[in-house]
């Protein structure tokens, strides 16, 4: 969805653009990034860490042993138990080895600690401690899918959201270009939240290759997915006014008994009323006015005699789960009776989730949802991929 962007004066560090994927490159994805953290404590929690400060100070972090890391001003100071070790601009920690596990732990604000393989970059950026994880693509994506769709999942379902959560990737690979990374760690990008701690999830992830999803320009598509779509998926041009010939409705039979699949909210008629007057209705005292509306099929608008108002504007100023919804009156109470959970467009997950339990393969789960896609090697897809320094 539409994001600012706040673009800054220095752009130093975006040294190329390379068209090739990142087989052997790092994904530099932002940690705690909604935080404006100024204290985080970094611990090893498996193995060793080995730490640079500004490439010239080193030292090591034992396992059970811990530093804290503080911004001051410009710079970053580092002090363990002993004392302060230094003051740094740039501090670099690495796993002495492959198995080595970097713990990271916000104290201010404080946070939940998180787990993180591979390399941890910090440095003082705009008042906050930016922290970037520099990991390898399959781990970063074995992380993104824990997250966004937990434990306990088919082996064919974890792997149409490997392709996904890969598509995304490479089709935002820009998104924080001003910033000098990738992508972010929450839901604005993909939520990561550190190391899998699921077997099966690498797995899924290595058994898709580099494959992702791309229109027949071998452009990467538009990976929208929600919770559950109450049986018929949305099209992309009633959701956001923008056709997709890959985001369109699909009917649904696999996520209508899933626990997301219905919703039920009551609003008192009165209230109903002043909130349709607010928007323009002019209640007419000698006429029947018919309150319903009957969604068996999305509909985009609710129509009450003359006056329009789009299902979407109802679902935001509600705060409702969808707008997938019908309603009718009953003792003066407005009932919505609703189907669904989120907007609606592409992946259901609980209907792939459901299709995986029934024996699909995980192709057939993702052609299902997004029709007209190829699903093609990285390597010969049309992306653009940032390098940073
Ligand atoms: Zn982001
Ligand atoms: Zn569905």
């Known amino acids: 969805m539409p994001e600012k962007i706040h673009y800054r004066g220095s752009m130093l560090l975006i040294l190329s653009v390379l068209c090739g994927y990142m087989s052997a490159r790092p994904v530099w994805v932002s940690l705690y990034n909604n935080l404006q953290v100024q204290t985080v404590v970094v611990s090893a929690y498996k193995g060793e860490l080995s730490v640079s400060g500004d490439g010239l100070q080193e030292f090591v972090i034992s396992r059970g042993q811990a530093v804290h890391v503080a911004l001051h001003g410009e710079k970053i100071i580092v002090s363990s138990t002993k004392g302060v070790v230094g003051a740094f601009n740039k501090l670099n920690i690495t796993g002495a080895d492959a198995a080595s596990v970097v713990r990271l732990r916000p104290l201010q604000p404080l946070a939940e600690p998180r787990n993180y393989e591979e390399s941890v970059y910090m440095y003082a950026d705009m008042g906050r401690i930016r922290m970037i994880n520099q990991i390898d693509e399959k781990q970063y994506l074995a992380g993104v899918i824990e997250a966004e769709t937990g434990s306990g999942r088919t082996p064919e379902f974890y792997k149409a959201t490997a392709v996904i959560a890969r598509t995304y990737l490479y089709g935002h690979a820009d998104r924080h270009v001003s910033e000098n990374f990738h992508l972010c760690d929450e839901t604005h990008c993909q939520a990561y939240k550190g190391k899998c701690r699921h077997a099966p999830i690498p797995v899924a992830v290595e058994a898709t290759g580099n494959i992702i999803l791309t229109d027949k320009n071998l452009h990467p598509i538009s990976a929208t997915y929600h919770a559950n779509c109450g049986g018929e998926t949305e099209s992309a041009k009633n959701a956001w006014q923008t056709d997709m010939p890959y985001l369109i409705p699909v009917t649904d039979p696999y996520c209508t008994s899933q626990p997301s699949a219905r919703w039920t909210k009551s609003i008192a008629i009165d209230d109903w009323i002043s909130y349709l007057v607010k928007n323009g209705f002019v209640p007419n005292p000698n006429t029947v006015t018919d309150f319903n509306l009957k969604q068996s099929s999305r509909k985009p608008d609710y129509k009450v005699n003359d006056f329009v108002l789009p299902v979407k504007q109802i679902r935001n100023d509600w705060n409702l789960r969808s707008t997938f919804f019908s309603i009718s009156v009953e ?59």
């Open 331 to 389: 003792n003066g109470t407005v009932v919505l009776d609703g189907k669904g959970y989120g907007h609606g467009v592409g992946f259901c997950q609980e209907g792939a989730m459901e299709m995986g339990r029934r024996g699909y393969k995980y192709d057939a789960i993702i052609r299902f949802y997004y029709k007209n896609v190829l699903l093609t090697p990285v390597s010969e897809a049309h992306i653009s991929v940032p390098g940073f320094e």
